[in-house]
């Protein structure tokens, strides 16, 4: 069974830093691997997309990469806002069938 | 383009109590999930479907029901409920190029049960 983790499961930062969220599986064979911000009481909004076939994406200041045979994949923001405060959760599709992980919490203060 | 919508957004139950929650999807999506969101467990898949007219169910079915009989429609239903289903239930719905792998997941807004 796919098992996903997310570290750390919370973060606060000052306005500015350069942040790494990390996410882990247990199961290499995937098809693609999926970042999600969501906001308090809200759905979840797709930020990047990595097939497996890819070792990153990139959208403005954030950049994912995806290390499938360690079972790795990190999401990078840069310059971090307030505005990016959200949980940041990483989804794993094998086959139909996604498996997210618990989400990491992020904070940034002015 | 409204991309997934829920309905409804929120719904008070009591144990015992039937209700059906409805997904509608207008990006003509083949794929279709239906979620639980609880504090500390994460998203939970309960049922999905891979086209009109099929089903199958996912990491914690037990409880739910599911129809696609249309494909921009997906129904979650819940014959007798219990306060463990008290949680956010999320539907989404993704496409897939021919043969490849599924693209992006878009989710709806959720829907809020609470079940005395």
């Known amino acids: 069974k796919q098992e996903v983790t997310q570290i750390p499961a919370a973060l606060s930062v000052p306005e500015g830093e350069n942040l790494v969220l990390n996410c882990s599986f247990t199961d290499s064979a995937i098809y693609n691997l999926q970042w999600f911000r969501q906001d308090p009481g809200k759905g979840l909004t797709s930020l990047l997309l990595?097939?497996?076939?890819?070792r990153e994406q990139t959208s403005g200041r954030l950049n994912a990469s995806l290390d499938k045979s360690s079972g790795r994949s990190t999401l990078y923001i840069a310059a971090s806002q307030p505005g990016d405060s959200a949980t940041y959760l990483c989804?794993?599709?094998?086959?139909?069938?996604?498996?997210f992980g618990r989400g990491t919490s992020l904070i940034v203060h002015p | 383009n409204a991309g997934v919508t829920q309905t409804p957004k929120f719904r008070v139950l009591k144990t015992g109590q039937s209700m059906t929650l409805l997904c509608a999807q207008d990006?003509?999506?083949?794929?279709m999930y239906w979620y639980r969101q609880d504090p500390g467990m994460g998203l939970r898949l309960i049922h999905y479907?891979?086209?009109?007219?099929?089903?199958a169910k996912g990491e914690v079915p037990d409880g739910y029901n599911v129809s696609r009989l249309k494909k921009q429609n997906f129904l979650l239903g819940l014959e007798s409920a219990a306060p463990s289903q008290t949680s956010v239930y999320f539907c989404?719905?993704?496409?897939?190029?021919?043969?490849?792998?599924?693209?992006?997941?878009?989710f709806g807004p959720g829907t809020r049960l609470l079940v005395l």
């Open positions: 989804a794993v599709m094998g086959s139909y069938i996604p498996t």
């Open positions: 990006m003509n999506h083949e794929y």
């Open positions: 990595i097939q497996s076939s890819q």
């Open positions: 989404a719905s993704s496409r897939t190029v021919a043969g490849g792998p599924l693209e992006t997941q878009y």
């Open positions: 479907s891979v086209g009109e007219g099929t089903t």
